[in-house]
């Protein structure tokens, strides 16, 4: 591991057993021509030096276990297009920042804070996938904001938000009619609880923005019979 990352590796995949006691070595951070990083049932910690990953284009973290740190962990890419955090645990000690250039967020059952308040969100104009399936509730200030960001994103192609998510886009009054419809969407995939008025008429206003929505995916976990 130490020689591929002193001689020019570019895209690393990193696959371990599932028992998740492998502890990255630090120096895999400190490689500068990296650009495809993806991890899987590793332990990991940032060395205290660490600067950001200037290269990485692609960051797939999956069944990680991030080691507490007395602050965040700020990872720096700012060349990222596609960013992936898949069944991590310890992800409250982890602060991406990344810039606008990103087209794929995936964010899955993990405990990611994602900062909705973030100047990226406002931003987002080149975004083609958006997964958003988080295990905590986002706090309800941040509505409007993730409102911004699905509907100011008019690449968006295919987008999934879990029960947290429609949960605060419903919070309050569900508006008859949703900003902007977006055209190049395709895939919708929700999670809906049938039993609150408030996300089935949400749900029927998001399918009526998308114009050229070829498949639809509806989850209810409440739904009983």
Known sequence: MLYVTRNGVKKLKLNMTKDGTYKLPSY???CPTLTHL???????????SFLGLQTLTVL?????????AIEFYTINVPLLVKLTIDLCDGTQYLNIV?????????????HYNLDLSNNFFKKCKKMSDLYLVIDNPIPADNRLTLEKL???????ETLCLGKFELELLTAGVVPKRLPCTL????????????NKLGQTSYTLELIKSFPNLRELEIWDEHLSG
């Open 28 to 30: 895999i951070f400190n």
């Open 183 to 194: 055209n190049c969407l395709w895939h919708l995939d929700l999670d809906v609880n049938f």
């Open 60 to 68: 797939q973290l999956e069944k990680l276990t991030f080691v507490p």
């Open 38 to 48: 993806k991890l899987f049932n590793c332990n990991f910690k940032l060395p205290n």
């Open 98 to 110: 990344f810039s606008s250039e990103l087209k794929s967020l995936v964010v899955h059952e993990s």
């Open 150 to 156: 699905l509907f100011s994103s008019p690449t968006l």
